[in-house]
């Protein structure tokens, strides 16, 4: 017996008849002896439905408003899944952000947690209640409800997992667990039984959207084993873990993509110290996340230099490039929304030397231009143009020996 966290997003609570399958499943752990904490994400659809509706009203809603606006997806599956318990005479009961205490701060749309007081759902659990959180909220310090980004239902379950000091921390998908690559993407991905907090953070930060990146900081910090599961089936899904001796160290264990970002690029910038604070600064001010840079320096004592940002900034980043732009006296200043970064993550990469220049000769095979390139430790990731993603994400899975055998 013990403290079991279940997290279902928004396709495992789509519709009533899932819902009712959730709590089948709810009540099978809580029936077996162990006390159950359940975070639930908005129905699927629910939360752009929403997001759509705000700007109906404005192209650019106020964020409170908007946090307040869509915090309701989630309370409304947190009530009906209780509800839909209580019916099956299971005791439950539901309780928003607010109610578990989940202190954000007020980063509105993108907040991050700083402290949960659990004590309200212990109670609960000691009486032997099924508690059902509302997912994806908070609440600052004066009381505003704050949302965690988008997927932030993941991390969520961690978070409170981790402070309720859990057993089990599980959460329910629409696939079965994670694969060396979006299986809706590449039919021949395989499910990876075991990967390390280290590895799933990376796959997370580019684009794995599978666990929200902040669940697996999370996980990573207070050592929370999560299990990633199929909602729809018995099926063991894939543990994320600590690192340990046991696992492989193939070079590259899964490729992933995204299409979430957009390039800038300012021509013939002055070579001179100070310039690319210059640029930054304003960017940093508009509390836009700058991911990839690179400058090269021409022989005239001008350099080009280019950086990307997440699509939805790429208007005012632009903005920002060109204002910037006539005041340092760059050439000119142009963008391009038509990208996709492709990556390839393996802790294994650290031993194993040669898997970059392995990445970018496949590229080449393809006929895929490169056009920027990152690195960590870990992980190798190239910008492409966006009509071949998918392309490039298959013929990397074949070059590094990731496809099912059939
Ligand atoms: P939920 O609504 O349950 O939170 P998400 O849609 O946020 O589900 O995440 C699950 C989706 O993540 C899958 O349907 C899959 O398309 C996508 N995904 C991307 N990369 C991977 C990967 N490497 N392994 C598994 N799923 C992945
Ligand atoms: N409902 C939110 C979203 O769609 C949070 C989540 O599903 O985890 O992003
Ligand atoms: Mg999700």
Redesign the pocket.
């Known amino acids: 017996m013990g403290v079991i966290v279940q997290k279902?997003?928004?396709?495992?609570v789509a519709d009533i008849d899932r819902i009712r399958n959730v709590a089948r499943r709810v009540a099978g752990t809580y029936t077996r002896g162990d006390e159950v904490v359940v975070i639930v994400?908005a129905m699927?659809g629910v939360t752009d439905g929403l997001i759509g509706l705000a700007h109906k009203v404005n192209e650019n809603p106020d964020k409170r408003e908007l946090d307040a606006l869509l915090a309701t997806g989630e309370q409304t599956t947190a009530s009906l899944l209780a509800m839909t318990l209580k019916s099956m005479n299971f005791p439950a009961q539901s309780l928003m952000g607010f109610q578990v205490e989940v202190r954000t701060d007020h980063c509105f749309g993108n907040a991050r947690i700083q402290d949960i007081r659990v004590d309200r759902v212990r109670r609960l659990l000691q009486e032997r209640t099924i508690v059902v959180v509302a997912g994806f909220q908070g609440c600052d310090d004066q009381g505003n409800i704050t949302t965690l980004g988008r997927?932030g239902?993941?991390t969520s379950a961690v978070a409170i997992a981790a402070a309720l000091k859990a057993d089990a921390c599980e959460?329910?998908?629409?696939?079965t667990?994670?694969?060396?690559?979006?299986?809706?993407?590449v039919p021949k991905?395989r499910k990876i039984d075991r990967i390390c907090f280290e590895e799933m953070l990376e796959?997370a930060s580019i684009?794995?959207?599978?666990l929200q990146i902040r669940s697996v900081e999370f996980a990573m910090k207070y050592n929370v084993p999560v299990h990633v599961r199929s909602s729809f089936s018995d099926e063991e899904g894939t543990m994320v873990v600590q690192e340990d001796n046991g696992m492989e160290r193939v070079a590259v264990s899964?490729v992933?993509m995204n299409k979430n970002d957009a390039r800038i690029t300012l021509r013939k910038v002055p070579d001179t110290p100070g310039i690319a604070a210059r640029i930054f600064t304003p960017v940093a001010e508009a509390g836009i996340c700058v991911d990839m840079i690179i400058q090269n320096t021409r022989a005239s004592g001008k350099t080009d230099l280019t950086f990307t940002v997440p699509k939805a900034d790429y208007r005012t980043a632009l903005a920002i490039g060109k204002k910037v732009a006539g005041e340092i006296g760059a050439e000119d200043v142009f963008g391009d929304d038509t990208i996709a970064k492709v990556s390839v993550t393996g802790v294994g990469m650290r031993s194993h030397p040669g898997v970059a220049a392995r990445m970018f000769a496949c590229l080449a095979r393809e006929g895929i231009n490169i056009m920027m390139i990152s690195t960590s430790e870990i992980r190798i990731s190239c910008l492409i143009e966006q009509k071949y993603a998918e392309l490039a994400v298959q013929a990397l899975h074949t070059e590094f020996g990731l496809d099912a055998q059939p």
């Not at 279902?8 to 495992?12: A, E, K, L, V």
């Not at 959460?171 to 696939?175: E, R």
């Not at 684009?207 to 599978?210: C, E, F, L, T």
């Open positions: 279902f997003g928004g396709t495992s994400s699927s997927g239902s993941d959460i329910y998908t629409d696939v667990g994670v694969f060396t690559a979006d299986p809706n993407l991905a796959m684009g794995a959207k599978v899964a992933t």
